[in-house]
């Protein structure tokens, strides 16, 4: 039977008389019956007494795990067992997500999103590290902000849900590294400088108060491996349960930075590097976020690009998933080449005062700088990709699960992201969209408290490869700069493409 981070137990008290004149505190923890002892704060003594009172000796005890044993958090008048909520967060340094979740039954009862507040002080983590170096007051302000959001969150979660998410006893979180020292008011400097000696890898559960936050329950995080690999990459570990699997498995999380683990029940090889801000539409003149007024489809139509926009409204820009698919279909139409340089002749292409580029929508363009940073982008992801498997011995053949995490997995064509070189070329039931793992193993944690052993294990068993220290990692790179790369005999299926367009 699972354990979650807090439990309802609802408690029939016979009230003091001369005959059973025992403590209150003694009184509760008889009701309760715990073969271990149940910590009780003298302010909680202070509140039950008047409840019990009120609802004729009968309540419902709201208790807690702190990291080491149960802790009464409150007394609720009468039998609320039915009503017992959770929430569970992907705390990324763009987007924060929250769900409200439902203890006995598991069911997610509602999801918000918000941009991270902490964008006002910087958009990217290396300014938001800097803006904090040597300076407490700082500190305080970008937690204040998370912590503002995670209060918005949860009052949109109320209303939509009917549900009190403040009362809510449990709380657990998943983040990288920096975004969690954020939370805790840590100096997330260490993440970035030599020799990288963080704060924290492995936080002690907290209260939410401690964090300002508008609840009283306890906080767990998820703890990380080292200060670029975080605990959002082990949760996606639980989520997808690749430490218990017999066939090789490749999880790769592309975000600000991209995250890869190579393995299953009998290792798990780590390793995180700079490759995300291009994939994510980040370092693209026209790139935005997969919001509305997003081109996230491209395709050709009787020779020309043609659009799907996000809303259906008019185009503003392009996201992840849209430039995959531009790339693709400039490439399956000769209009750039292995290079990924446009051609003076492909139809689309325009000489504009900021060089070649392609008109993709009616004002938009995406320019041959944008191609070669895409392009440096998914040759390190890839590259990453298949040091590692060198690494082991193994080819990609040998993969029977290829994960993409996140969003920008979930939303990108295969047979695109195959196309430019971003996915191996093989079966495509092998490649799988898990979406946000970090929100699904946070979600686990909440329900399953035996999924923090389950963690300590994994990193345990982790062994962390720096690909900064890998002498010819640039070099190896260079192969994966082409589209899709230099040996094309590598991807069949693209070959087998590009002689159906001629």
Same mark, same amino acid.
């Given at each position: 039977?699972?354990?979650?981070?807090?439990?309802?137990?609802?408690?029939?008290?016979?009230?003091?008389?001369?005959?059973?004149?025992?403590?209150?505190?003694?009184?509760?923890?008889?009701?309760?019956?715990?073969?271990?002892?149940?910590?009780?704060?003298?302010?909680?003594?202070?509140?039950?007494?008047?409840?019990?009172?009120?609802?004729?000796? !009968?309540?419902?005890?709201?208790?807690?795990?702190?990291? #080491? &044993?149960? +802790? /009464?958090?409150?007394?609720? %008048? @009468?039998?609320?067992?039915?009503?017992?909520?959770?929430?569970?967060?992907?705390?990324?340094?763009?987007?924060?997500?929250?769900?409200?979740?439902?203890?006995?039954?598991?069911?997610?009862?509602?999801?918000?999103?918000?941009?991270?507040?902490?964008?006002?002080?910087?958009?990217?983590?290396?300014?938001?590290?800097?803006?904090?170096?040597?300076?407490?007051?700082?500190?305080?302000?970008?937690?204040?902000?998370?912590?503002?959001?995670?209060?918005?969150?949860?009052?949109?979660?109320?209303?939509?849900?009917?549900?009190?998410?403040?009362?809510?006893?449990?709380?657990?979180?998943?983040?990288?590294?920096?975004?969690?020292?954020?939370?805790?008011?840590?100096?997330?400097?260490?993440?970035?400088?030599?020799?990288? !000696?963080?704060?924290?890898?492995?936080?002690?559960?907290? #209260? &939410?108060? +401690? /964090?300002?936050?508008?609840? %009283? @329950?306890?906080?767990?995080?998820?703890?990380?491996?080292?200060?670029?690999?975080?605990?959002?990459?082990?949760?996606?570990?639980?989520?997808?349960?690749?430490?218990?699997?017999?066939?090789?498995?490749?999880?790769?999380?592309?975000?600000?930075?991209?995250?890869?683990?190579?393995?299953?029940?009998?290792?798990?090889?780590?390793?995180?590097?700079?490759?995300?801000?291009?994939?994510?539409?980040?370092?693209?003149?026209?790139?935005?976020?997969?919001?509305?007024?997003?081109?996230?489809?491209?395709?050709?139509?009787?020779?020309?690009?043609?659009?799907?926009?996000?809303?259906?409204?008019?185009?503003?820009?392009?996201?992840?998933?849209?430039?995959?698919?531009?790339?693709?279909?400039?490439?399956?139409?000769?209009?750039?080449?292995?290079?990924?340089?446009?051609?003076?002749?492909?139809?689309?292409? /325009?000489?504009?005062?900021?060089?070649?580029?392609?008109?993709?929508?009616?004002?938009?363009?995406?320019?041959?700088?944008?191609?070669?940073?895409?392009?440096?982008?998914?040759?390190?992801?890839?590259?990453?990709?298949?040091?590692?498997?060198?690494?082991?011995?193994?080819?990609?053949?040998?993969?029977?699960?290829?994960?993409?995490?996140?969003?920008?997995?979930?939303?990108?064509?295969?047979?695109?992201?195959?196309?430019?070189?971003?996915?191996?070329?093989?079966?495509?039931?092998?490649?799988?969209?898990?979406?946000?793992?970090?929100?699904?193993?946070?979600?686990?944690?909440?329900?399953?408290?035996?999924?923090?052993?389950?963690?300590?294990?994994?990193?345990?068993?982790?062994?962390?490869?720096?690909?900064?220290?890998?002498?010819?990692?640039?070099?190896?790179?260079?192969?994966?700069?082409?589209?899709?790369?230099?040996?094309?005999?590598?991807?069949?299926?693209?070959?087998?493409?590009?002689?159906?367009?001629?």
């Amino acid at each position: 039977m699972t354990e979650g981070w807090s439990k309802k137990v609802f408690l029939k008290l016979n009230p003091p008389a001369p005959e059973d004149a025992v403590p209150l505190q003694e009184r509760i923890l008889r009701g309760l019956g715990e073969k271990e002892a149940v910590r009780i704060r003298p302010a909680v003594l202070g509140e039950a007494r008047e409840i019990l009172k009120k609802s004729g000796w !009968a309540a419902t005890a709201v208790m807690v795990f702190d990291g #080491r &044993g149960w +802790e /009464l958090l409150r007394l609720e %008048a @009468g039998d609320t067992v039915r009503e017992h909520f959770g929430l569970c967060v992907d705390l990324g340094s763009t987007t924060i997500l929250m769900e409200l979740v439902d203890m006995n039954t598991g069911e997610v009862r509602g999801r918000e999103n918000m941009f991270n507040p902490q964008i006002a002080f910087g958009e990217d983590i290396l300014t938001r590290i800097f803006y904090t170096k040597d300076e407490p007051e700082h500190r305080r302000v970008l937690q204040k902000a998370v912590a503002e959001g995670f209060g918005e969150l949860m009052a949109r979660l109320s209303e939509k849900t009917g549900a009190d998410a403040f009362s809510c006893a449990a709380m657990t979180v998943s983040g990288n590294t920096t975004m969690i020292h954020f939370l805790l008011g840590l100096d997330a400097f260490g993440v970035f400088q030599a020799p990288y !000696a963080v704060e924290t890898l492995a936080p002690d559960v907290c #209260r &939410g108060e +401690e /964090l300002g936050l508008p609840f %009283a @329950g306890v906080v767990y995080c998820y703890p990380a491996l080292a200060n670029y690999l975080g605990g959002d990459i082990v949760s996606g570990m639980i989520a997808t349960g690749i430490p218990q699997r017999e066939e090789i498995c490749v999880f790769l999380d592309v975000g600000t930075n991209g995250e890869l683990v190579v393995g299953n029940k009998d290792f798990l090889l780590a390793g995180a590097g700079a490759a995300g801000p291009a994939l994510e539409g980040g370092v693209v003149r026209t790139g935005m976020r997969a919001s509305r007024g997003a081109v996230d489809r491209v395709f050709t139509e009787g020779g020309c690009l043609r659009v799907h926009v996000i809303g259906e409204g008019r185009a503003e820009g392009i996201c992840g998933s849209g430039i995959v698919d531009l790339i693709s279909e400039l490439f399956l139409n000769g209009w750039i080449d292995i290079r990924g340089r446009i051609g003076e002749e492909a139809l689309p292409a /325009l000489k504009t005062p900021e060089g070649p580029a392609v008109e993709y929508a009616p004002g938009l363009y995406f320019y041959q700088s944008d191609i070669d940073e895409f392009v440096k982008t998914k040759a390190a992801a890839m590259t990453m990709v298949e040091y590692m498997m060198g690494l082991i011995g193994l080819s990609m053949e040998d993969v029977g699960r290829f994960y993409v995490a996140g969003a920008f997995g979930t939303h990108i064509d295969k047979e695109a992201g195959v196309t430019i070189g971003m996915y191996p070329d093989i079966e495509r039931e092998k490649i799988i969209s898990p979406g946000n793992t970090s929100l699904a193993g946070a979600r686990k944690m909440l329900l399953d408290r035996s999924n923090r052993e389950k963690a300590a294990e994994i990193l345990e068993r982790m062994e962390y490869v720096q690909f900064g220290a890998v002498e010819d990692f640039i070099h190896r790179m260079t192969a994966a700069r082409a589209i899709p790369h230099t040996d094309l005999q590598r991807f069949p299926s693209v070959a087998e493409r590009l002689k159906e367009r001629m």
